[in-house]
């Protein structure tokens, strides 16, 4: 049952990131700025796991470096903040089915990078190593498959979950390109952040300290983006409606207890298995996005 408890973990992980992808979506079409999102969100995930980090590992956690706390910094930066910030601009500019496409190459990239970085092996001439070129294949065609084939949608599942939204602005050649090139980065920098995690649970062991840690400074650094291009107070304020639900679900759940069950599974080296069941959950928000149209 051990062995198995990380696939169950992932299955929980990727229908909290779904649920969070059709949410966030539903609260931008009504007008939350993608940028006040992020800084929102970041923040309710340091509140959030702030008093169980205190009462579980404050006083067993090791000592901060100075070096350690760079990681943290530039861990933050570029696995969370922008990668964050580039997806929530990207969204805008292309369709959400590409969007939701572009996640399927995560696995791709983050076997690229584990093999970059020396964290993965394949052995071509092997069964298992057949198997794991076969999936990087797969995980392309679905990709492209899903991006560019324009199917029938499966309305007798999905017609109870019909959401009004408007026509993302991607419909001309230079703004689907630049929502392509935003979404890819944005992927890129979270495939390598989920490969580069292994070494820095290895440096911090603290889970749930090092989860609040890169929560909180991710948290200024996305208030660092967001003041400098969004200075409109109006933008900022939440009612009690869809885009106050989005910040707290995606700030509660997705960061607060999903992130920090990803930093879990990654502690056991099962980064691969976290990356490659994007793609069942891709299908279901991919097919979402379509009926939005």
């Not at 000592?63 to 990668?83: A, D, E, H, N, V």
């Not at 230079?174 to 989920?194: E, P, Q, R």
Request: net charge positive.
């Amino acid at each position: 049952m051990n062995s198995k408890k990380p696939y169950l973990v992932v299955i929980l992980i990727q229908t909290i990131v779904c649920g969070y992808l059709l949410l966030s979506k539903v609260a931008f079409d009504r007008g939350l700025n993608t940028f006040v999102f992020t800084v929102y969100r970041q923040a309710a995930a340091t509140l959030f796991l702030l008093p169980f980090s205190l009462i579980f590992e404050w006083k067993n956690a090791p000592p901060l470096s100075f070096i350690t706390l760079c990681k943290i910094f530039l861990f933050s930066l570029f696995g969370i903040t922008l990668s964050l910030n580039m997806y929530g601009i990207g969204l805008n500019y292309a369709t959400p089915t590409l969007a939701a496409a572009g996640s399927n190459c995560v696995p791709a990239i983050t076997f690229f990078f584990a093999l970059l970085l020396r964290e993965e092996t394949v052995k071509i001439g092997t069964i298992p190593g057949i198997v794991k070129v076969a999936g990087i294949v797969a995980c392309m065609g679905g990709a492209l498959t899903l991006a560019f084939y324009k199917g029938p949608h499966l309305r007798p599942l999905f017609h109870l979950f019909k959401i009004k939204g408007h026509q993302a602005h991607g419909s001309n050649g230079k703004t689907w390109i630049k929502g392509c090139f935003l979404l890819l980065t944005s992927n890129t920098l979270y495939a390598l952040s989920l490969v580069l995690q292994v070494r820095l649970i290895k440096t911090y062991p603290a889970k749930l300290l090092l989860t609040n840690l890169l929560c909180f400074t991710s948290a200024i650094q996305s208030f660092a983006i967001a003041i400098a291009v969004e200075r409109d107070s109006k933008e900022w304020k939440l009612d009690w409606n869809v885009k106050l639900l989005a910040v707290a679900y995606a700030g509660f759940v997705v960061m607060g207890a999903a992130y920090y069950l990803q930093t879990w599974i990654i502690e056991k080296k099962a980064f691969w298995v976290e990356s490659c069941w994007l793609e069942d959950f891709i299908v279901f928000c991919g097919e979402r996005a379509k009926n939005r149209r």
